[in-house]
Nanobody, 122 residues
């Protein structure tokens, strides 16, 4: 089970930190990622992190603004979002895939959280 937290309403230019808590004992063996979905749009890849070596991939749209991290001892994965823009408004999802390697396609992830709303006002 994955449970996201940290969403909310912010002004453009502000920051938010999303967290995702995972249950179970295998989290440290799995890659994790963050996606978002705006109304009427497809789910969009944002960032993913390797199971244990810390390497990460980012979408061009968030590179340099968002940072993914994980704490395997606490079974959590986080997304630090800086310099937020109105176009970042969406429901944000964390996801885990049964592989140590990252992926950018949503269908390659096996477990999903329920999502948390992020709204950025101009």
């Amino acid at each position: 089970q994955l449970v996201e937290s940290g969403g909310g309403n912010v002004q453009a230019g502000e920051s938010l930190r999303l967290s995702c808590a995972a249950s179970g004992r295998t989290f440290a063996r799995y890659a994790a990622g963050w996606f978002r979905q705006a109304p009427g749009q497809e789910r969009e890849f944002l960032a993913a992190i390797h199971a244990d070596n810390g390497s990460a991939d980012y979408a061009d749209s968030v590179k340099g603004r968002f940072t993914i991290s994980r704490d395997n001892a606490k079974n959590t994965v986080s997304l630090q979002m800086n310099s937020l823009k109105p176009e970042d408004t969406a429901v944000y999802y964390c996801a885990v895939r049964r592989s140590i390697f990252t992926a950018t396609f949503a269908h390659l992830y096996d477990y999903w959280g329920q999502g948390t709303q992020v709204t950025v006002s101009s």
